[in-house]
């Protein structure tokens, strides 16, 4: 009996994990169609965050983090952006289109994917903060976002000036970050700061932070995931933050 019962609860539990995210699709400011996995589970007002993937990957890295989010009290979207691959047995499908259209799919083509998903979950589901968060390239590129559109915030795992090859210059970031007045978080491997400490420093916010771990670390949102014994703190730095800019005070991880 107690077998039984045990199994139906994780079926349940399960499957609620699994009804709380919906894949959806939008249009890119091309008009090529995008991807996302949604987690809407709190009120509209609720604060909203976007999460962006790294080189080569999906929105499947945020597979277990996003949840995470949801507990904490956030509603969140996460974009397969054109400039990808495949991650946690997760196809970035917008990649896939835009490669069968012939269309750009560099870092540098993805940030119109970005500023699309911004301006469509404005449009139809976030009445509140609007965040982003990114990983690698596109944590770079979310600083920029964030600048350009005014963002209410950004979380940004280990940026860099990844963009001299697409046409940008090798300040692109550290230029662009002079109109970041938002709270900013940046985080990396350890041995990444380098790669961010002068776009860090070309922050004017006052509500910036950085986390930089004592441990090796990992590059990009990975760093969060569960099966890296580091990954608490970074968690913790991160519950803090959130914790101090968006009045979160759920514990649950």
Not at 38 to 44: A, D, G, Q, R
Not at 207 to 227: D, Q
Request: charged share 20%; net charge neutral; glycine share 6%.
């Amino acid at each position: 009996m107690k077998k039984t019962l045990l199994f139906v609860i994780c079926v349940f539990v399960v499957s609620v994990g699994l009804a709380d995210k919906k894949k959806i699709q939008f249009e890119s400011k091309d008009g090529l169609e995008i991807t996302a996995d949604l987690y809407l589970t709190n009120e509209k007002s609720a604060p909203f965050i976007l999460f962006f993937h790294q080189a080569g990957w999906s929105r499947g890295e945020y597979n277990e983090i996003a949840p995470k989010m949801n507990a904490m009290g956030f509603n969140c979207l996460a974009v397969d952006l054109r400039s990808g691959g495949s991650v946690n047995g997760v196809t970035n499908e917008t990649y896939n289109r835009a490669a069968r259209a012939m269309k750009g799919t560099t870092y540098v083509d993805a940030y119109q994917d970005m500023v699309a998903a911004v301006e469509y979950v404005k449009e139809n589901f976030a009445e509140g903060k609007v965040i982003a968060w990114g990983s690698s390239y596109s944590s770079a590129l979310s600083l920029v976002l964030a600048a350009e559109l005014q963002l209410d915030g950004v979380l940004s795992f280990s940026p860099g000036e990844y963009f001299a090859s697409f046409g940008k210059t090798k300040q692109y970031i550290t230029n662009a970050v002079v109109d970041l007045n938002c709270p900013t978080f940046v985080t990396s491997a350890r041995d990444e700061k380098n790669n961010w400490w002068g776009i860090y420093n070309n922050i004017p916010s006052p509500t910036k932070i950085y986390f930089v771990p004592t441990s090796s670390g990992n590059h990009g949102s990975r760093a969060l995931w569960e099966k890296f014994n580091d990954s608490k703190y970074y968690w913790e730095a991160v519950d803090n933050f959130l914790k101090e800019h968006y009045n979160k005070n759920k514990d649950e991880k």
